[in-house]
């Protein structure tokens, strides 16, 4: 078990470009979240899934973005379109169950739209 | 609804000397309660964790806090500061009833003067 893996670490990318991120939880998880953190602020939530099913997304996660689960184990999260102010670390997390135990984070992917 | 206010945006301590750090929250359920840290370019780490069980939580590096509930208050504390604590410190609210959405504060950064 390696924890939760994002892929990329670092992104730039120019405005009105379309950028997709992947998420790799821990293998046992069945419940995978989307959070995003801009700077000086606290996570604020997404989208989730358990499964493969998406269960809830944020009013934050406009037409342009798009998050699947499709087998049930990573996630890609795209946004087309780029914005400067879609620029923020973007945080996977998963967790067992009803995650009142806590969430395993990933490492995040910053996003640099430029 | 749910939110966390952490009524220090930064706190300077000595090494050595006991840490505090604040949390507030406000909860519609019996909710659960969580402590992250992030150090610069690393994921969220669980510090510990509140579910209704004893109200007295000790976590992981000497952290400990204490659920109040007349208070509404969750407060983190560490008897003596030691430099590897110097991170981002955000305290975490869950309702605690299926969807385990969380909904982070906005963070204390904790400074450690040697």
């Known amino acids: 078990d390696t924890g939760v893996s994002q892929d990329p670490r670092h992104k730039i990318t120019k405005r009105g470009q379309n950028v997709t991120f992947r998420c790799d939880p821990i293998s046992e998880h069945n419940r995978l979240y989307w959070y995003r953190q801009t700077l000086g602020q606290g996570p604020e939530f997404l989208t989730y899934?358990?499964?493969?099913?998406?269960?809830?997304k944020s009013r934050l996660l406009s037409d342009r973005f798009s998050a699947e689960r499709p087998k049930g184990s990573f996630s890609t999260l795209e946004i087309q379109r780029t914005e400067q102010g879609d620029s923020a670390m973007y945080l996977c997390?998963?967790?067992?169950?009803?995650?009142?135990?806590?969430?395993?984070f990933g490492s995040g992917t910053r996003l640099t739209v430029v | 609804a749910q939110s966390v206010t952490q009524l220090d945006s930064h706190v300077s301590v000595s090494e050595g000397t006991p840490v505090l750090l604040r949390c507030n929250y406000s909860s519609s359920y019996s909710p659960s309660l969580f402590w992250y840290v992030q150090h610069p370019n690393k994921g969220l780490q669980l510090l510990l964790k509140?579910?209704?069980?004893?109200?007295l939580v000790k976590g992981i590096n000497g952290f400990e806090a204490e659920f109040k509930k007349s208070e509404t208050s969750f407060h983190l504390t560490k008897p003596s500061a030691h430099m590897s604590d110097a991170a981002e410190y955000f305290c975490?609210?869950?309702?605690?009833?299926?969807?385990?959405?969380?909904?982070f504060g906005t963070g204390t950064r904790l400074t450690i003067i040697p």
């Open positions: 899934f358990q499964n493969e099913a998406q269960l809830e």
């Open positions: 975490v609210v869950s309702p605690n009833f299926g969807n385990e959405k969380l909904t």
């Open positions: 509140y579910t209704s069980a004893a109200t």
């Open positions: 997390a998963s967790s067992y169950g009803t995650g009142g135990e806590g969430y395993t």
